[in-house]
């Protein structure tokens, strides 16, 4: 990463996001970060990433090479990565790690279908200040996929809005229409992907307007396959 000045200081993101890998990085449910190095004189961070194999669901629908639905339902396979997808992030959050920036981009399938995630740097770790305020909310491109109560400001995030953005990126995936883009649009998703079998009712669910109302990751995880 190169350059930083004043008020564009981008090192406190880049340590903020390898604090968060970190604390979950014995569960591999994400690309590690290693120790990084700062030059001040030619202003470069050296961030050393130890990437795992794997695609993006934004990649997977671009692609068109998992094929998610079948006849009126999932295929087996699409259908296992949604319950891990919500097992990884039961995982994520028992670490005391709300990621707040969950979209397609930063959904990750690795091998054997393993869900990981990627992109931290505007996650909450436990007993740690919040990065949020570096960023500008409205900016970042998780904004389409987030939960209605931090649609414009995520200091307020809980693991519950996490779901919500998770849910919304998998119906994305099963909606498998990669030209779908903005706020609007892409909420309108799940009205597009209706009832895909039982596999889908439960991120349907996540899509709760309260928060109390979503299951969290763990519930999420046991629904029907």
């Known amino acids: 990463m190169d350059g930083w000045g004043p008020g564009v200081d981008e090192r406190r993101r880049v340590k903020h996001e390898r604090q968060a890998t970190k ?7 994400s690309w590690s970060v290693e120790a990084t190095f700062e030059d001040d004189v030619r202003r470069w961070i050296i961030i050393p990433i130890r990437p795992i194999p794997s695609v993006s669901l934004a990649r997977h629908a671009a692609a068109g090479k998992l094929k998610v639905r079948r006849d009126q339902g999932l295929t087996d396979r699409a259908a296992e990565i949604v ?30 279908d393993r869900v990981m995630f990627r992109d931290f740097y505007l996650a909450h770790a436990e007993s740690d200040l919040t990065v949020g305020p570096l960023v500008a909310d409205t900016v970042d491109r998780s904004v389409p996929f987030r939960a209605p ?8 995030a809980t693991t519950k809005s996490d779901v919500y953005s998770l849910a919304l990126s998998l119906l994305w995936w099963i909606n498998g229409d990669v030209a779908v883009k903005g706020s609007d649009a892409i909420k309108s998703v799940p009205a597009a992907v209706g009832q895909l079998g039982p596999v889908t009712e439960t991120p349907l669910a996540c899509l709760a307007e309260k928060p109390n109302d979503r299951p969290d990751g763990a519930d999420a995880a046991k629904q029907p396959r």
């Open 23 to 29: 604390q979950i990085a014995d569960i591999q449910r």
């Open 83 to 112: 319950v891990d997808a919500f097992e990884a992030l039961a995982e994520v959050h028992e670490k005391g790690v709300v990621h707040r920036g969950l979209m397609p981009d930063r959904i990750l399938v690795g091998k054997n």
């Open 149 to 156: 109560e931090v649609e414009f400001v995520i200091s307020a």
